[in-house]
């Protein structure tokens, strides 16, 4: 089993910064791939990004260039520094972790084995 504990998160101005990280504990050897699941009210869960052990990386397409995944391996931490929030970034942001190998098999729900427990990001305009 493992456990995946969220922090950052909070209210920001459009164009404001945040910083997510998200902490692995338990039978962490199983986990290939890390990323993050984002969910607005009355929208579906969708992929925001997502990182192996290897450092494949995969972005959804409206976060590319403003929000960077990175992830230390020997801390088994994964961060998500998001960069010129707007308000449809709002949305409660998971942390996920699997076994693919490849970062964009966690676009698939069935390739995510772990969830944390989600964090609130508000961008107010």
């Known amino acids: 089993q493992v456990q995946l504990v969220e922090s950052g998160g909070g209210l920001v101005q459009a164009g404001g910064s945040l910083r997510l990280s998200c902490a692995a504990s338990g039978t962490i050897f199983s986990i290939n791939s890390m990323g993050w699941y984002r969910q607005a009210p009355g929208n579906q869960r969708e992929l925001v990004a997502g990182?192996?052990?290897?450092?494949?990386?995969y972005y959804e397409d409206s976060v590319k260039g403003r929000f960077t995944i990175s992830r230390d391996n020997a801390k088994n931490t994964v961060s998500l520094q998001m960069n010129s929030l707007k308000p449809e970034d709002t949305a409660v942001y998971y942390c996920?972790?699997?076994?693919?190998?490849?970062?964009?098999?966690?676009?698939?729900?069935?390739?995510?084995?772990?969830w944390g427990q989600g964090t609130q990001v508000t961008v107010s305009s």
């Open positions: 996920v972790a699997g076994r693919g190998l490849l970062a964009l098999m966690l676009l698939i729900i069935a390739n995510v084995d772990y």
């Open positions: 990182i192996t052990s290897g450092g494949n990386i």
